[in-house]
């Protein structure tokens, strides 16, 4: 009912449109050509566990990223740039719907043992894109639900290949042997095949179904979700870029990531289809520590995965629009991953889900590096409904929690076999202002009181909100996830 509602509003919008352009011509003398703008096509690419530090342009050395170097020379590379929770799941769903996940009920990892997903109703960036005459596909990891109902072919998408959960849910992953079956690879609705030995192909795979939509689709506009299982682990690399890099096994696997951003920006070149497209690139979180010599690296930031500190929630963000957007352009300001889908309805003219979402359109953003974010602040989340942090302008500012870290004293193993954690208790509240301390060292707090004051204003609302577990409050505007029928 909602979805028939919003399809209602954009047509009516779109048809008045149309007899906007139809009355242009009627208007027009034969010797003049009517310009009929065009929608731009859209290529969102996310990787998973991809460390802050893992691409050129952000300070790797021992990887080659030419192409995600090339497209951030081209576009705009954000320096701040943050993922509503520092884990899977939870980090999927507020991207695709704007609106922070707990405020939606997905919390943490799904697996093959959950029954639940991402509610249907629950408007998705495919979902307000297709009214507007969108192809739109999904190829990678899913991580929203493998049950029929949650697909992405229930979730606004018209095509889907790849595995509904993270590529480490499988038997032969060595911390997870004997608890989860085959990984299964879906089409659409359907399993077509289980892996149970080999992921080599998954990023090659991947890249070449998306190629070949975007050559089936060039004519007209397109949405593509490119979801990357790696470099999660386990990792698997093809033998086109084994051996490669200068940073062992993981090195490679970023190294094929960026092969497959330049076989896109290529096959768009091909096609002139580069300066009406839109290419964002970003990860879901960042690296996963104890992997060590298997994680990557969230360099200056402080820890990594499964952590609200900034090395586990700051990404890398290329974002490209040729012609439109700035060139080379780095913004240091805040933005984050709830703020794609509304910015994407802004450029596009796509109405908005009718469901309150938590993003605003960060267009300005793309033009002016002194330009901010239009919020007011950005919550931190994790653990399923803790409310961990507040990120307002140039300060963070943390509130009591438990947190994991890295136990002292470890060697670095380089067989996919993790390290242990420990958890540590922060007692007190804690502010860091992020641009004079990246690495988050130095707690400021005593130092500027009307700082704090500012964001706990802020944090009061989210709370009565969304709620927070931490102080006991219980939101009042959160929804369920879909459940499925017994």
């Not at 042997?177 to 991947?206: A, C, E, G, H, R």
């Not at 860091?432 to 005593?446: A, L, T």
Request: aromatic share 10%.
């Amino acid at each position: 009912m909602l979805k028939s509602i919003k399809f209602h509003l954009v047509m009516r919008k779109y048809l008045l449109f149309s007899v906007a352009i139809f009355l242009c011509f009627a208007c027009s003398t034969p010797e003049k050509t009517v310009e009929i703008p065009s929608l731009p096509n859209i290529v969102l690419i996310f990787t998973d566990d991809q460390g802050y530090h893992d691409v050129g342009v952000y300070g790797a050395s021992d990887i080659a990223t030419p192409h995600l170097d090339q497209l951030a020379s081209e576009g705009v590379q954000f320096t701040n740039f943050y993922v509503a929770q520092a884990v899977c799941s939870a980090s999927r769903a507020a991207l695709l719907t704007g609106a922070y996940s707990n405020r939606l009920g997905i919390h943490g990892a799904l697996d093959h043992m959950s029954r639940h997903g991402l509610h249907p109703e629950e408007a998705t960036i495919a979902d307000i894109l297709k009214p507007l005459g969108y192809a739109t596909a999904m190829f990678g990891k899913w991580h929203l639900g493998h049950h029929r109902e949650f697909l992405p072919t229930n979730q606004g998408f018209d095509e889907y290949l790849g595995i509904p959960y993270s590529n480490d849910m499988w038997p032969n992953h060595p911390q997870t042997k004997d608890y989860y079956p085959p990984l299964p690879l879906y089409q659409n609705d359907k399993i077509v095949d289980t892996i149970w030995n080999d992921q080599s192909m998954f990023t090659t795979l991947f890249t070449e179904k998306s190629v070949d939509f975007i050559k089936r689709n060039k004519d007209k506009p397109f949405f593509l979700y490119l979801a990357h299982p790696m470099p999660h682990v386990p990792l698997f690399v093809s033998d086109k870029f084994k051996g490669k890099s200068n940073r062992g096994l993981y090195g490679d696997v970023i190294m094929e990531i960026d092969w497959s951003v330049g076989q896109i920006m290529e096959t768009l070149k091909q096609h002139d289809l580069e300066e009406n497209t839109i290419v964002i690139f970003l990860s879901d979180n960042g690296p996963w520590l104890s992997y060590s010599g298997h994680s990557g690296s969230a360099y200056p930031l402080r820890e990594g995965k499964g952590t609200s500190w900034d090395g586990g929630v700051k990404v890398p963000a290329i974002m490209r629009w040729k012609g439109t957007w700035a060139s080379g352009l780095v913004q240091p300001n805040p933005a984050m991953s709830i703020d794609i889908l509304p910015t994407l309805a802004y450029l596009t003219g796509a109405a908005l889900p009718v469901k309150k979402i938590d993003g605003q359109s960060i267009h300005e953003m793309m033009q002016d590096a002194s330009a901010e974010s239009p919020q007011e602040g950005y919550a931190i989340y994790y653990n399923r409904n803790e409310l961990q942090a507040v990120v307002m302008g140039e300060w963070k500012l943390y509130f009591p929690h438990r947190y994991r870290s890295l136990a002292p004293g470890q060697q670095p193993r380089h067989d996919g076999i993790p390290l242990d954690y420990i958890m540590i208790g922060m007692e007190e509240m804690e502010l860091y202002h992020i641009p004079s301390d990246p690495s988050e060292m130095k707690n400021v707090i005593s130092e500027h009181l009307e700082v704090v004051e500012s964001i706990l204003q802020f944090a009061a609302k989210v709370r009565e909100d969304i709620g927070d577990e931490l102080t006991g409050i219980k939101g009042q505007n959160v929804r369920l996830p879909g459940q499925i029928s017994e």
